[in-house]
């Protein structure tokens, strides 16, 4: 992670950028890999090098902040915000913004979020591939409050906060020699935790081929199979990572997904 005391993108730029208040941290560090990599068993060192990220992030964070409380004149970052964003070429395609909660810092004055780490790994980890999006975040993915946050536009805000367990969707055009239908793409889904008893952060990652709509509700991914019936598989951050698995509805015609 490298942190710059200028906010101005350099022309030409590709990867991750955390803008603070003050100051912003580039990523461009991580080589980009093929996807099946990341849906393969996820290796300790791997593991490792997101945790890496997370403290220079959780650093980053509490610096920033704590320079802007004191310009402002706060005790607490409660109006503080940080907002990750990925570029091409110097040009923003999308971004999600980390809002401080007010009542989380009654309990922890500097909370640390794990999720930020594993956003920019998975993203520039995907560097290569086309049209990337993040299409939906969830915290604490086992329990059904606070919602997920849907991303069906290019920019979503979503809590800073401290869960040790979170679930996203990340998508990208399907490569040409894969694709099975035309507009497909591809969603990679995984889940993160803190696991007390082995002393690492477990991260498991799925990927999902079709096509797909943000409904802003559910991520739907429309599939064809030769002889069979449409099947749309439903991603909502929570049943996909449950004992039941993806939610499946079988369809009658192509009509919805094929021009």
Same mark, same amino acid.
């Given at each position: 992670?490298?942190?710059?005391?200028?906010?101005?993108?350099?022309? =030409?730029?590709?990867?991750?950028?955390?803008?603070?208040? *003050?100051?912003? @941290?580039?990523?461009?560090?991580?080589?980009?890999?093929?996807?099946?990599?990341?849906?393969?068993?996820?290796?300790?060192?791997?593991?490792?090098?997101?945790?890496?990220? *997370? *403290?220079?992030?959780?650093?980053?964070?509490?610096?920033? @902040?704590?320079?802007?409380?004191?310009?402002?004149?706060?005790?607490?970052?409660?109006?503080?915000?940080?907002?990750?964003?990925?570029?091409?070429?110097?040009?923003?395609?999308?971004?999600?913004?980390?809002? +401080?909660? =007010?009542?989380?810092?009654?309990?922890?004055?500097?909370?640390?979020?794990?999720?930020?780490?594993?956003?920019?790994?998975?993203?520039?980890?995907?560097?290569?591939?086309?049209?990337?999006?993040?299409?939906?975040?969830?915290?604490?993915?086992?329990?059904?409050?606070?919602?997920?946050?849907?991303?069906?536009?290019?920019?979503?805000?979503?809590?800073?906060? =401290?869960?040790?367990? #979170?679930?996203?969707?990340?998508?990208?055009?399907?490569?040409?020699? +894969?694709?099975?239908?035309?507009?497909?793409?591809?969603?990679?889904?995984?889940?993160?935790?803190?696991?007390?008893?082995?002393?690492?952060?477990?991260?498991?990652?799925?990927?999902?081929?079709?096509?797909?709509?943000?409904?802003?509700?559910?991520?739907?991914?429309?599939?064809?199979? @030769?002889? #069979?019936?449409?099947?749309?598989?439903?991603?909502? =951050?929570?049943?996909?990572?449950?004992?039941?698995?993806?939610?499946?509805?079988?369809?009658?015609?192509?009509?919805?997904?094929?021009?």
């Amino acid at each position: 992670m490298k942190i710059s005391d200028s906010k101005v993108i350099p022309n =030409g730029y590709t990867g991750c950028v955390l803008m603070g208040k *003050n100051k912003c @941290a580039y990523f461009d560090e991580i080589v980009p890999i093929n996807f099946t990599e990341l849906v393969q068993e996820f290796p300790q060192e791997k593991s490792e090098l997101i945790e890496s990220l *997370n *403290n220079c992030i959780q650093q980053f964070v509490t610096d920033d @902040a704590t320079e802007y409380c004191q310009y402002v004149g706060e005790t607490l970052w409660t109006s503080y915000s940080i907002q990750l964003g990925y570029y091409i070429s110097g040009n923003k395609k999308f971004s999600i913004t980390s809002r +401080l909660d =007010g009542n989380l810092l009654m309990f922890n004055p500097e909370p640390q979020d794990i999720l930020l780490g594993a956003l920019v790994y998975f993203i520039s980890s995907l560097a290569n591939y086309k049209n990337l999006k993040v299409e939906y975040i969830k915290r604490r993915p086992d329990m059904i409050l606070p919602g997920t946050i849907f991303c069906p536009s290019n920019s979503c805000t979503i809590s800073y906060e =401290g869960a040790n367990k #979170n679930s996203f969707g990340i998508s990208f055009d399907t490569p040409a020699d +894969l694709r099975n239908m035309p507009h497909e793409r591809t969603i990679i889904y995984a889940i993160m935790y803190d696991n007390p008893y082995r002393d690492r952060l477990e991260i498991r990652a799925r990927a999902l081929s079709g096509r797909i709509i943000n409904t802003g509700t559910a991520v739907n991914v429309f599939q064809i199979q @030769a002889g #069979n019936p449409i099947i749309v598989h439903k991603l909502d =951050g929570i049943s996909e990572f449950n004992f039941e698995g993806i939610q499946e509805l079988p369809l009658i015609t192509s009509d919805d997904i094929i021009e």
